[in-house]
Structure formats: C-alpha cells, structure tokens
C-alpha cells in the first residue's frame, strides 16, 4: 500500500491507482465527470483539479488533475486548498453555461451526477446572461431517449459503447463546443450494452426510455436487490417498485460479477411483471370446462385433493423458478417423480455440464476472471447472443494484453487514452469456433466457421495438442490441426487461459472437448478456467438438485395421475402434439406468473410470484448462489410457488413441507442436499436485524405516502411487513454500512446518483465491503481429476438434400420472459433460416423468401436469410426458440411456394 | 385598591373602541394573496397545464399528501394524476416554494370543511384552475430545453438555433 495525504490527513491506496480512485477510495469527496471506474482515466473534464505539493517545506505546489496523477509514497496534495476549489467551481461554471433549464423535465433529474457534483462544488447560480447552445436529437429506438441539450462533452458514451463494449454506430461529431453524441442518423442503438448509456452518462442526455413511460423520482421507488433472469449469468440488479408497479431495472454493483454493466435484455426485459396476462388469482377448471377464478383457500383445498386421490405424482421443476420452488416441487413429489423442466436435449447438456463443473477439478470463472483470463477459445458458443454480460468481459480480457507493454513505459492501467493508443492492437488470443460468425469476431485472432462436429473435432484435436495423454483426433484434416495446434500453443502460453463453451453450443461433444481442453491445460500444471455456459437464471441449479434424473419427457413415459407444472412453459421444451396427448391422459396443475400454452390446459393453476414479488436464490452458470428479494409486496393472491407447494402438501398431510419461511424452506434444502450446502451463506437471516432496525427499503425522503392511496381509502393502510426479508416494507429503518446482499438502493450524502456506490465499495472498482455478494457453490479442489473424454465425432459431412440445422441464437427474443416485455419486443427480428449462399442457390430461393421446413413436430416457415460465413450443409435457425428442443438436427428445406411436405 | 379602579376604568374605556369581531361569514375577511389556503394547480399563459410532475411539491411536502403520475405528450411532461389528500395537508407552503414552474399556488380560500373525510381527497379536476393564479407570466416551456408542440429547438428564451453538426464553421 502507499501512503498520501490530502489536506493534512494520511491515507493509503494501491500503488497502481491514481488519486481520484485513491481519494474516493479514502471517502475524500472530489467531483469528477469523465473518469469512471471501469473506464479508466482521460483528463477531458478539468474537474477534478487539485493542489500537490512536492514536499513538506513546498508551501506553493502546483494545480493537477487528480484522476491524472498517480499515488506515489508520501505524495502530498490538498483538496481543500482555494485556488483548487475556485478552479473546479469554475470548470463546472463553464460545463453549465449551455445546460438547459431541464431538471423538472428530465429523467435524471435526482440521480443526476452532475446535479451532485454541481452541489459539490458550490456552483448555485448561473451568472452568464447570454444564448446556449441547442442540438437536435435522434431516436435511437425502444430502449434510449436521447436529449442532445443537456450535454457537457464528457465523452464517458462514445468511451463506454465504442472502447469498452465494442459498438459502432454511437460516436462523436462536429467540434468544439458543438461536438455531437449520436448516430450518424436516427435509428436504433445496435449494441446489446446501449442501456448502460443510460448509467455512465453523468447527466440526462441518455436516459431510459422503458422507465420514462412510468416514470417517478428515484427517492420515491422502493428498491431491492435482484439477479436478473433473463440468463444464466446472475448479473446483480436492483429493481424499482413504485404502486405495485416494476418501474426498472438498474445495475447493481457486484465486483465479482457484473461490475458496473448489464446487457439491453437484462435491463429491459422486465415488462412481464407489469403485463395484464399476469395471473393474479387461482383459477380452476369448472364443469363446462372453462378456468374460472376461485379463492385461496378453495385453491388449496382443490390441490390438496388432487394430491390425495391417489396415484403418481410428476413434478416438473423449471429452470427459470428459485432453488426453494424447484426443492418445494422435489419434496412434495419425492425425488423418484422429480423432472427437471428441460427438454431431453437440453437435460442431457446441462446434465454434462454440472457433471464437468461439479466435480471440482476446473475452476469456474466469474465474470471478472473472465475479464483478467489471456488467451481464450470460444467453441461452439455464439456467447454475446447467449450471455452478452460474459462476452463483454472476454472484449475486455482482449484489449488487457495492452497494459504490460504499457507498463514498460510507465503507463499505468487506468490511463485509458495512452493505453489505448501506445498499445494499439495489441491483443490477447481470443479464438472463435462457431457455425456461424459472431459480434466478436472482430477482436478474434482466428476464427473458424464449422459445424459443430468439427468445431468438437478442432477442441479435441486441441486438448491433445496440449497434453499428449488426451484422445487423438484421427483423420485430422491439416487445417484444423495446424489452427489446433496455434490454439494449443497460445493456451498454453498464457498465465490464465480461459475456454468457453455452453448449451447453446447444442451438441455434448463440443462440451466435451472443452473440458478436455481444460482437463489437459490442469495435467500440465496450467491454472486454466472453464466457463460453461447455461440458457437460464437457475439452469445449473436445476441441473446440480436433478443431477441423476431424466428429461421431463420420460414422466410421461406410463401416465401419471397428476402433474404439477413449476413456472415452465413445456410447449417450448417438447413436440408440441406428443405433448398435448400426453397431457390430455392426466391432471394438470400449474403454478406460474405469466399465461402460458400449458397453463391453458392446467386443471388448477396457482398464480406464483415472479422474481419481482418473491425473494429466492439462483444458481449463475459460475456456480453462484444468490440471493433476491422483492421490490413489490404482494397483497393479492400471488405467491411464493414454493408457499402454494408446502401449504398444499401439508393439507394433502404429505410430510416434509413444513416451512412457512424463506430461511426455513433454504435451511431445509442445505440440510437435504449437500450440493447446496452453502446455500443459507448467500445472504444473512431475515431475523438480522441493524441497531435493532430491520433495512428501509425506500429512501428516506419516499413522497407520497399519505395521498398514494387515498383514490381507494383515505385512511391510509397499514404498511405491509415482510416476513421474509431482513427489509423494512418502509422507508423506516436502517440504512448505511450494510451486508451488501442486501443493498436495496445506492444513495450517500451529497450522491444521488448511481456512482454513490464508491461510498459501499471496499476499493474503487473492486469488492464491495464485507465481500461480493453470492456463495460459489463449485471451487476447484486440489486433487480432484477430469477424465478425459474419448467419444470424438465424426467430421461433418453435407447429406445430399438435408441440412444440418444448428440453433443461432439471439440476444432479444430467445428468453421466454423478457420476449413478452414491450420494448424487447420491439428490438426481436423476424424468426430467419440462415444459409449460406451457395446452399441457398443450390435450392434456388432469393433472401428473404420464406422457406417451410420441419422441426419440434410441425412445419416452420422461415425467411431465407443469406450469411456467407456459414459452413455448407450447415441450416442455422434464428429466433426460433421455442423449438431449439429439435435442434442440432436434420432438416428437409422447401420453398414454401412448392408446398411443406 | 387603586390598582382594581384602574382595571375597572380600563375596561370602561373599552366600550369606546373599535369593534374587530368579523361577522363571518356574511362579513368576508381580507386575506392576502400570500395567504396559505386551498391549493390550486395554474396554467401557463398559453392555456397549458403549468405542472410537468417533476414531484419536487411531493417530496418537499412535510405530510407526505401530494402523490402524482408523470405521463408525457409529444415531449410535455404533465402528470397522468395528482392528487393532494387535504386531510393531511398542513398548508405550510412547502410544495409552492418546491415548484419550478410556478404550477402548484396556495390560495386565500380555506373553505374546505367536508363531512365526510374522503372528500377531503383532490383530484386532478378538483385542483386545476383555468388561469395563472398569482405569476401571470411565467412560462415554463419557454425557458426549458425541451421541444414541445409549438417551440421547437433553439426557440427558448436565450437559445441560439440548432447546431448543424454537419457544417465545418466554427
């Protein structure tokens, strides 16, 4: 650590960090606008000037930009000093001159970091007198509302969305004090990151525009901490509440795995929530057939008689529900009739997956290991359509190959510009294997464009490049083996060499050669990561708790007497039609939030909480059980599926299901399960209790309280207690140095803005104090060993007239529950056959022209889309997925003119 | 002694003075314009709602009674509901002092006595007056950066015209 001062006072930072970091780190307040944490120093705004002194006796010392300085031993400086705080003031003067006169009018308006930093300054009344300048603004789409006016030329957007994640089609025009953030011309932001815009920008310029169509202060909403779940990375969120209204969704600060950004579908998919087809009361199926509302008392009385006439019982867990639901399900059901909600494929892939990762011999990235990893191979998965917030850590893990020929010189990480331009392209090895290309592809050293059997040949052929003892590849063709044996040689040499694969890869075998991959790096004593990538929020969870069981599928395999459906819409994981018969010969019940295909047919369906009205874990693809809570308390009949399990089974007289609480339901499936053990250390006890207060959920200066209800009853209703959260329902309670698992909103004195959680952070950038939130539930042990795999593939080879249909997946549209939110909607493209176009020649049809081919049991109609990268024979099938439970799979094409055979 | 002559001669005297009973309510009071009674949302010059819900009058309110609903129409910002709950309502002036646009006013009328206490619960309709109120010339749309229906770009008050990004002078 290196010691400095600031205004008399010794402090101490990181030899690495520069003096903006090093005094928010110290909890010395200092204004800043075009520094960010994440994206390191450029010294554009001039706002964070301060005074340094050479030494004890200098008395006059020099003016310097704080976030331009480095930390150095002894180094003196003053914050407070007047020339330094006249400057700032000044700076700010200038930034304000042409900021309009918007605040009431302005989404930002109370979290605006420039509001703060204004106020931080003492800057209070504006003195020039002449005109401002104006600017147009574009529509930049469903997600980001543009208001050019309010700009102060920080350069944090085009930073973030060009330098860190990679976008093209967001930059900066004209010069001077006319310089200009948008697109070239109005249209929709093409990356998946553009939300962040919204957070990074420190003033309203870019806000979000899912949250301006029910828009409210940020001091007004009730705040929890959440994990999104629109994919199985477990990105931290914080979620919004306001009137029994899900008002946004924002990055919730975890130093382990999201940091400070989230993917487009993550924070605009929560539209669900708020949509009428919620089901918000039992329905149950009367004698003409028809779902009619009943009560919950006669919900429960009608479920406990279906679990009492007799017979088997199914129950069918679900990826997307909690850990607690999917072991309520497993408890009343017993483990023999626990299905997880998967389809046959998927099961099998994500059965591999857990079987790989939980047997302790790889370590399982987070995503910042993934961010720091030197060489990496992408096989099989087209990662920033699966998991966006992964692939943006791999850019980042490319672009760090620059710091150490920087460092030669003297330039220290955070000294973003100079890096950048002293390192140039200088990059780490990333290598991409997939069917077809992918919006990394850019950064990529090598890619290869093959059908899975041969992308699962390539990894094998470059595991047993890398450890002899690994199976060889026999038949190798001498490109794959020269591009293998290039793979090798760069795994090899990297300190921390990272492969990626996932389920969307969509055949076992390339999973396999990943973790042959990562199983020979370990036999030669290389501390390799394995990231293994899973389609939802609680996929890997699901898959640890049903390890040893079967797909869905095989429950129907002799008729069951009754079939409990946990929050899963089996239509998009089965043939529809062998789904239906199948369903038709039973009783059905289903418990979920939003209607479905399957909830059509249910002869009882329990209206469960979303993520939004319950608290519950989730376990991330890395293996992290977390815990969320909810933002609304419901008062209707929505509720826990885990509440609707126990109460019933215990009115069936089942045994086992006595929880009635959150802590008591996680601490019966710790002591159940050994797996998930670890489980209960996710977050602390709904009993904990700060200076005896249970945590405010809303800020202290929540409005409104006396008159929100008042249209209904003008005697105010007695404020809601969560019994299963430490939280207050209030804005009553604690609120400061907290567990940050539970961090329900971020606010300090003097930070109304998102950027107030350097207040919470033990280093600026780092781990937030008392650790990042989340338990890893699958560490590398240091003897366990992965048996090689040995099953390789044949090469892929064209059949003449079919095609090899691989799924390609896409970021909005893919997700079952954000595809119903509006503005996803809006950003989904049409549902596509991609060929390449030779193939498509050889078929004769033009781009575009729908083409019907067969798969999950029914005739498809696609629009021919032509992608030249693909390899021949190859069918990829986009927006689709619905029927990915079919794919990888051989397809017949026709033109849909001809007729679908 | 002498000391109860002069209360009784002071009292006496009393019969001489100035009556300052009001003979209420036939007899109206004077009350100022200042004067902190009925709350009432104005309009702009032009006709328009003054309120943009910013909620700054709710949050500043001490009683916590004013609870509203931004909605927007083609890029004004008004609120969708507002609602002031005057059974809590202290008339401490807080939301008038709070508001940017000059909307919300207190009024000389404090004749709000209602039987039933939910009536005490101002909507919208109830609250908004056909005119100005006390600041008969602020417009707030005139001044702001916004583009609304009638003021585009560069049309504010102390605005110079829209860049054009696309031109080289300086």
Not at chain 1, 169 to 182: I, M, P
Not at chain 1, 556 to 563: G, K, R
Not at chain 1, 594 to 607: F, G, I
Not at chain 1, 641 to 648: N, V
């Amino acid at each position: 650590m290196t010691k400095f001062t600031v205004d008399g006072e010794e402090y101490s930072a990181k030899p690495d960090e520069n003096l903006l970091q090093a005094c928010l780190g110290a909890g010395v307040d200092l204004p800043y606008f075009c520094w960010h944490p994440a994206l390191g120093s450029v010294g554009a705004c001039r706002q964070c000037a301060v005074r340094q002194y050479a030494n004890e006796e200098d008395k006059t010392g020099k003016l310097v930009m704080a976030c331009m300085t480095p930390v150095a031993e002894g180094a003196r400086f003053s914050v407070a000093d007047p020339e330094a705080a006249a400057l700032r003031a000044s700076v700010i003067e200038w930034l304000m001159i042409n900021h309009p006169h918007d605040c009431p009018v302005c989404e930002e308006g109370g979290e605006c970091h420039l509001q703060d930093m204004t106020m931080m300054t003492g800057h209070t009344t504006r003195r020039y007198r002449f005109t401002k300048r104006t600017h147009r603004n574009q529509d930049l789409g469903p997600f980001i509302k543009h208001e050019m006016n309010r700009c102060i030329g920080c350069y944090r957007c085009t930073r973030f969305y060009r330098d860190y994640a990679g976008g093209r089609d967001l930059d900066v025009f004209a010069a001077h004090d006319h310089v200009y953030f948008g697109r070239h011309a109005d249209g929709t932001l093409e990356s998946e990151f553009s939300g962040n815009l919204a957070e990074v920008c420190p003033t309203g310029v870019f806000t979000d525009k899912t949250f301006s169509a029910h828009y409210v202060r940020k001091w007004d909403m009730r705040g929890a901490p959440s994990v999104c779940t629109h994919c199985g990375l477990g990105c931290n969120t914080t979620v919004n509440e306001r009137a029994g209204k899900l008002r946004r969704v924002l990055n919730r600060y975890n130093g382990a795995v999201n940091g400070y950004f989230l993917c487009d579908r993550g924070r605009f998919g929560y539209g669900f929530v708020n949509a009428p087809a919620r089901i918000r009361t039992p329905r149950a199926r009367t004698a003409d057939g028809a779902l009619a509302a009943v009560s919950r008392a006669d919900a429960i009385a009608r479920f406990a008689a279906l679990l009492g006439a007799g017979g088997r019982v199914v129950g069918i867990g679900s990826p997307r529900a909690s850990l607690e639901a999917n072991f309520a399900l497993r408890a009343l059901v017993g483990h023999e009739n626990f299905y997880p909600g998967v389809s046959t494929r998927e099961g099998a892939l994500l059965q591999l997956i857990a079987g790989i990762l939980g047997a302790g011999a790889v370590h399982v990235p987070s995503i910042r290991d993934v961010e720091q990893a030197d060489a990496a191979l992408l096989l099989g998965s087209d990662l920033p359509n699966a998991a966006p917030r992964a692939a943006l850590a791999l850019r980042q893990a490319v672009r760090e190959a620059g710091f150490a020929p920087s460092a030669k010189v003297e330039i220290a990480p955070w000294h973003d510009a100079a890096v950048r331009t002293f390192a140039g392209d200088v990059r780490n090895p990333l290598f991409i294997a997939t069917p077809a290309p992918t919006r990394l592809d850019d950064i990529a050293l090598d890619t290869l464009r093959a059908a899975p059997a041969d992308i699962a040949r390539l990894g094998f052929a470059v595991a047993a490049c890398i450890d002899g003892a690994a199976p060889a590849v026999a038949g190798l063709s001498a490109d794959l083996a020269a591009r293998a044996s290039v793979i090798a040689q760069a795994l090899l040499a990297a300190k921390r060499p990272l492969v990626v694969s996932g389920v969307e890869a969509g055949e076992e075998s390339v999973i396999q050669a990943a973790a042959n991959i990562a199983a020979a790096l370990r036999a030669r004593g290389k501390s390799g990561a394995l990231l293994l990538n899973v389609p939802e929020c609680n996929s890997l969870g699901l898959a640890l708790m049903a390890q040893d069981r079967p797909g869905f599928e095989a429950a129907f395999a002799e008729p069951p007497a009754l079939v409990i459906v946990l929050e899963n819409d089996l239509f998009r994981r089965a043939e529809s039609v062998a789904l239906d018969a199948a369903l038709a010969a039973t009783r059905l019940v289903v418990l979920d939030h939003s209607e479905s295909p399957a909830t059509d047919r249910a002869a009882l369906v329990l209206p469960a909480a979303s993520f939004a009205e319950c608290g519950g874990t989730l376990v991330s693809a890395e293996g992290r059980a977390q815990r969320f809570y909810p933002p609304i308390i419901e008062q209707g009949d929505v509720r826990e599926a885990w509440r609707w399990l126990g109460e019933a089974g215990h009115a069936a007289g089942r045994g086992g299901c006595g929880w009635d609480t959150q802590d008591g339901i996680v601490a019966a499936l710790a002591s159940a399960l050994p797996c998930f053990a670890a489980v209960a250390r996710a977050a602390p006890l709904e009993t904990l209790r700060i200076a005896g207060n249970r945590i405010s959920s809303e800020p202290h200066r929540f409005s409104g309280r006396t008159a929100m209800h008042a249209a209904q009853n003008v005697r105010e209703p007695k404020p809601p207690v969560s019994a299963d959260s430490p939280f207050s329902a209030t804005m009553e309670g604690y609120y400061g140095k907290m567990p940050p698992a539970l961090l329900p909103f971020t606010w300090a004195p003097g930070w109304n803005s998102a950027q107030a959680i350097n207040k919470f952070q033990a280093e600026i950038g780092g781990a937030l104090k008392g650790g990042d939130p989340g338990v890893r539930l699958l560490e590398a042990g240091t003897t366990a060993a992965l048996p090689y795999y040995t099953e390789i593939p044949a090469p892929f080879a064209p059949r003449p007239g079919m095609w090899r249909a691989v799924m390609l997946p896409r970021v909005f549209g893919d997700e079952e529950q954000s595809a119903r939110a509006a503005p996803i909607r809006e950003r989904m493209a049409p549902p596509a056959l991609v060929l390449n176009e030779e193939d498509a020649a050889s078929i004769g049809a033009a781009p575009g022209e729908m083409l019907a081919c067969e798969l999950g049991g029914g005739i498809q109609h696609l629009a021919l889309e032509i992608q030249p990268g693909l390899p021949r024979g190859v069918a990829g099938v986009a927006g689709v997925a619905a029927r990915a439970h079919a794919l990888p799979g051989w397809i017949r094409i026709t033109t849909a003119g001809t007729g679908a055979s | 002694m002498l000391s109860s002559l002069r209360t009784l001669w002071y009292t006496f005297l009393h019969l001489f003075q100035r009556n300052v009973t009001v003979q209420y309510p036939e007899q109206m009071p004077y009350l100022a314009p200042r004067y902190r009674g009925r709350i009432v949302l104005t309009r702009d010059p032009d006709g328009e709602e003054r309120c943009v819900s910013c909620n700054l009058c709710a949050v500043a309110c001490p009683a916590d009674c004013i609870s509203l609903q931004k909605t927007e129409t083609e890029g004004r910002w008004h609120p969708e509901f507002f609602r002031i709950n005057f059974s809590r309502c202290i008339f401490c002036g807080f939301c008038e002092e709070a508001c940017p646009t000059y909307a919300i006013q207190l009024t000389p009328d404090f004749e709000m006595s209602e039987y039933i206490r939910q009536n005490l619960v101002y909507e919208k309709e109830h609250l908004l007056i056909s005119g100005t109120g006390k600041y008969p010339e602020y417009n707030f749309y005139r001044v702001s950066g916004l583009a609304v229906p009638g003021k585009d770009k560069g049309e504010a008050e102390h605005e110079r015209p829209p860049i054009d990004i696309r031109s080289l002078l300086p």
